[in-house]
């Protein structure tokens, strides 16, 4: 269709009341306003819907509700909200909708019914009334959505209908592990869809999901068996939500983590890979139940309990100094799906409250020193917070102390629909029972039930490979969250998975600006390394998350987190890179700024003999196939010839540790215009550089003694936003 955009209206009475209620920004209607027009302008199916794409938790359902206020007022009189397929997320949507719509309902415009309970004997006065149909995606709840649709009440299926589809991931599910199992269903639910729009008067179809990913990562068709394909979904029309100034996401917990004495720097904390072995089931010689607060096998959990109960402490506290009401906080466990797992973490937890209250009425010494050692954790981001209220150490610990003799901690295990239902409050949260809420679960916490006040996430679930979608999903963390519970938030999961989250967060960021540049057909290249090593176009649906490279303009790359081999294992190789360092500068092609333009191999082999003089840490990665394929494309993308600029510095005395604890992760960064980043990024214009920091090594700056070579590769200004894939699903 090629008609101009529909004119849309904002003072009809369902936007209105909406737009009164939750004071709508200028940006926020915008969106709105746009997607209706889009729906009213465009042909939208099942296969082509529109998209609204926003963030995870972040006011995804405030928009489409939004629009389903538009809806109303401009001809639509009944809209069909698709849910995941809880009953938790059927309440949850119920009472939202019910709660928005409170003026329109109590005005006899508008009725809201889960399609399971909507009553079989309307009368003509209801079915006036404008209409929202809750339905989850379950063959069930289709089968009734049919049956009222087009024989209880066959009058609705002549009216103008909307489908919003909230949480569409139906894309991504495809990739999980059981993929022909979650291909029929799909197909099912699919197919009962497409059914019933052929029997209803053109009806609009709106999706709504976090995952730009799902859009990429498909497979232009999917044969489940003979004759029966799985569509994959185009958008018709993409609208990005705005993201509110509340929100905290990716952009902090991995971008401005890096940014020492940033609030965000203080929020990782590593766990070991053992710990979470220990998490997986009772085991009585690894875990003695009465020496939990000292026992050194399980320090994380342990840290993270305290972290929990000293970091509400303080936030109440704080409110108490400012005369509000105090908040209640919540903390969740998700490391394994399985029920015994569970059972057991549920177990853990209540012993190490049991303990800590003990501790907290003999005001033990060793209750006294770890409340002391998480107050001193914490209170380097609560100081980091410009205007934050201090407390003291006193004042803590007599809070602490308080809240636990009054047995303000409460855990609950929730890894089934009963229990979510059984825990749910009357808006369809999860509802906090006392001051400090302590979740334990798996996939049934991260299916869109919101759960308030979050300041503690332990993280643990470790596929064989990582899908964006589901570790989105599971991203609690994210979210609306004021600045001083930010300040106490801490999260805790295994370095490996830390980078794998922290490389699907540069993805799903690079595929957002691609969006804005103009939509997701062009902006992002997709490249592998092929069975004969060359470079070439990568199917995306092909990707495996935990093996991706983000590459834009000027990115570096450079291992992190390692330690040098002994000087007696490595002096040779590093004087064998000294040598041929001094002969590529002799014979460069060209020189500019201090840095010398080599060949591509030349820059390959000095990073393979790097790479065997480093010693990665337990969840770190340097893969050296990985570096070679990143340089291989970026030297491609010049037609001039497949060359790199090297530069070199030395005498270096670097500490393998910042002061905070963590890891070196910026060896190229002394200031100014004459800095080796500075120079690398100058130029870095149509071939990449490779920065060379010969470092002393010295013992009391933590490494062992020896001289060794730091690589830093840097990628060129003229290069498009790629995805370079390491491995491939086969």
């Known amino acids: 269709m090629n008609r101009s955009l529909t004119s849309v209206q904002v003072d009809g009475p369902f936007f209105q009341n909406l737009k009164r209620k939750n004071q709508y920004n200028e940006e926020l209607q915008s969106c709105m306003t746009r997607t209706m027009e889009k729906l009213l302008e465009t042909s939208t199916s099942e296969h082509h819907p529109g998209m609204l794409l926003g963030k995870i938790q972040s006011g995804k359902t405030r928009t489409f509700i939004g629009v389903m206020g538009l809806a109303y007022d401009h001809g639509y009189d009944v809209v069909v909200v698709l849910t995941k397929g809880t009953n938790a997320l059927v309440k949850q949507t119920y009472a939202r909708l019910h709660q928005e719509f409170e003026e329109r309902i109590e005005a006899d415009d508008m009725r809201v019914y889960d399609i399971m309970s909507m009553p079989q004997n309307l009368r003509k006065y209801e079915l006036s009334q404008k209409l929202a149909l809750i339905v989850k995606k379950e063959t069930h709840n289709l089968d009734r959505l049919k049956e009222a649709l087009l024989e209880t009440y066959p009058g609705l299926s002549g009216r103008k209908i909307l489908f919003i589809d909230d949480e569409a991931d139906f894309a991504s599910v495809a ?29 609009s179809f709106l999706q709504v999901t976090a995952t730009p990913y799902s859009l990429y990562l498909q497979p232009e068709d999917m044969t ?21 100034g509340r929100y905290v996401g990716g952009d902090v917990y991995f971008d401005r983590a890096d940014v020492e004495g940033d609030v965000a720097s203080y929020l990782y904390h590593e766990v070991k890979e053992n710990e979470l072995e220990v998490m997986k089931k009772m085991d009585g010689r690894r875990v003695k139940m009465d020496r939990l607060l000292t026992q050194k096998n399980i320090p994380n959990i342990r840290e993270a309990i305290l972290n929990f109960i000293v970091a509400s402490s303080i936030r109440r ?26 059972a057991w973490q549920g177990e853990l937890i209540r012993s190490f409250e049991d303990l800590l209250i003990e501790g907290a009425r003999e005001e033990s010494t060793v209750f006294k020193e770890l409340i002391h050692a998480s107050y001193q954790d914490l209170i380097r981001s609560v100081k980091a917070l410009e205007g934050n209220t201090i407390p003291t150490y006193n004042d803590v610990y007599e809070e602490v102390r308080m ?36 979740f334990i679960g798996g996939q049934i916490l991260d299916r869109g039930v919101t759960i308030n006040n979050l300041i503690g996430f332990f993280y643990g679930r470790n596929p064989k ?104 294992h490595i002096k040779k ?12 500068k002799k014979n460069a092609r060209y020189t500019e700024n201090g840095a010398y333009l080599v060949r591509l191999e030349d820059a ?61 992760n910026s060896p190229d960064t002394p200031g100014g215009e004459k800095g080796e980043l500075s120079v690398a990024r100058k130029v870095a214009v149509n071939h990449p550089a490779l920065i060379m920091l010969r470092q002393e090594g010295k013992k009391e700056n933590g490494w062992r003694g020896a001289p060794f070579w730091w690589p830093v590769l840097v990628a060129q200004r003229h290069t498009s936003p790629t995805v370079y894939a390491n491995k491939t699903v086969k």
């Open 317 to 342: 506290w704080q409110q108490k100094q400012e005369g509000s009401r105090p908040e209640k906080y919540s903390f969740i466990i998700h490391t394994e799906r399985g029920k015994h797992a569970h």
């Open 465 to 568: 490979s990582f899908q964006q979608d589901t570790v989105l999903q599971h991203s609690r963390m994210y979210g609306a969250r004021p600045m001083e519970d930010l300040a106490v938030t801490r999260f805790y999961t295994t370095q490996k998975i830390y980078a794998v989250m922290k490389r699907i967060h540069e993805f799903d960021r690079e595929l957002r600006h691609a969006f804005e540049r103009g939509g997701h057909k062009r902006g992002v290249v997709f490249v592998q390394r092929d069975m004969d090593s060359s470079i070439q176009p990568c199917s995306p649906n092909k990707l495996l998350l935990s093996n991706l490279t983000m590459i834009k303009p000027h990115k570096r790359m450079l291992p992190i987190g390692f330690q040098t081999g002994y000087k007696t």
């Open 573 to 584: 190789t590093v004087g064998e890179i000294d040598r041929r360092v001094e002969q590529l």
């Open 175 to 203: 990739y999980e592990h059981k993929r022909e199992q979650n291909l029929k269903t799909m197909r099912v639910i699919a197919s009962k869809i497409n059914e019933l729009r052929s029997t209803l008067n053109r009806p």
């Open 604 to 664: 390959k082999e000095l990073i393979g003999l790097i790479h065997s003089t480093l010693e990665m840490e337990e969840g770190r990665d340097f893969h050296l196939e990985e570096y070679h394929g990143v340089l291989d494309y970026l030297s491609s993308e010049n037609g001039s010839g497949a060359y790199v600029w090297l530069l070199t510095r030395e005498k270096r005395q670097i500490r393998r540790f910042k002061e905070n604890g963590k890891f070196e």
């Open 403 to 438: 809240s636990l003799d009054e047995e303000y901690i409460v855990s609950s295990i929730v890894n089934s629909e009963k229990d979510v239902t059984e825990l749910l409050d009357g808006t369809g949260q999860l509802q906090l029972r006392a001051p400090m809420n302590i």
């Open 224 to 244: 489940i068996h003979e004759g029966k394909v799985f569509e994959p979904i185009r958008p018709a029309f993409t609208e990005l939500v705005p993201i509110h």
